[in-house]
Structure formats: C-alpha cells, structure tokens
C-alpha cells in the first residue's frame, strides 16, 4: 500500500486548508485510515481516524469541532478539512492506513497503522 498526501500549506490563524491522502496498491482490506500530525521537538500525534467501512469517525479532543475527516472509497482518498486553524496545528501531518480491524479503544495509536505516507508541512501563522 502507497500513501500520498497533499494539500498542506502556510496559512494564517483562523483560516481553512483540506488535506488528501490518495491510497494506491492492496487497499481493499484495509479497515481505517487516520491522520497524525507531529511539530518539531514532539512526539507524532493523534488527529482523526475513519473507519472505511461504516465510516465511524474519531477525533482528537484538540481538534474536534475544527477538523472534518472523510472518506471517498471509490478513489481510494481520505481527506481532512481543516477550518479555524490556530498557531498551534502547526505541523507535518502524516496519513496513515490500518490494514488489520483493530478495537476502536486504541484506533488513536500510531502501532495499529501499518503504512504511512510522506507527510505534508502545514504552517499557521498567527
């Protein structure tokens, strides 16, 4: 499986950017795709997660209200709308795809990811 991102950006406070993952190669079985983001000196990050089928969400407390995740399974694409951007979402954000059905309880961990893409850099200034 072969993830890209895209979308990312510099961007001041309270303004909006969408981010999108593209999966390629064996992702029929896959069970959820989730988005990370980590700034510089810290530790990768939980965000959103979206389970493929049924299309449950999960959000990270700092996020939810803000970001939207979504899914497109026909092209293979997750998407992330980002609004109300503060200076504090600044970071590379990384998509992710878990391949194994996994208990929601640990969907937020990045051990259940089994690929990841490149990561994208979004910058908010304030």
């Known amino acids: 499986v072969q993830l890209q991102a895209s979308g990312g950006g510099l961007v001041q406070a309270g303004g909006s950017l969408r981010l999108s993952c593209a999966a390629s190669?064996?992702?029929?079985?896959?069970?959820?795709m989730g988005w990370f983001r980590q700034a510089p000196g810290k530790e990768r990050e939980f965000v959103a997660a979206?389970?493929?089928?049924?299309?449950?969400?999960h959000y990270a407390d700092s996020v939810k209200g803000r970001f939207t995740i979504s899914r497109d399974n026909a092209k293979n694409t997750v998407s992330l709308q980002m609004n109300s951007l503060k200076p504090e979402d600044t970071a590379v954000y990384y998509c992710a795809v878990a391949i194994r059905r996994t208990a929601l309880s640990v969907i937020r961990s990045t051990d259940v990811y089994d690929y990841w893409g490149q990561g994208t850099q979004v910058t908010v200034s304030s």
């Open positions: 979206i389970r493929l089928s049924g299309g449950s969400t």
């Open positions: 190669g064996r992702t029929f079985s896959s069970y959820a």
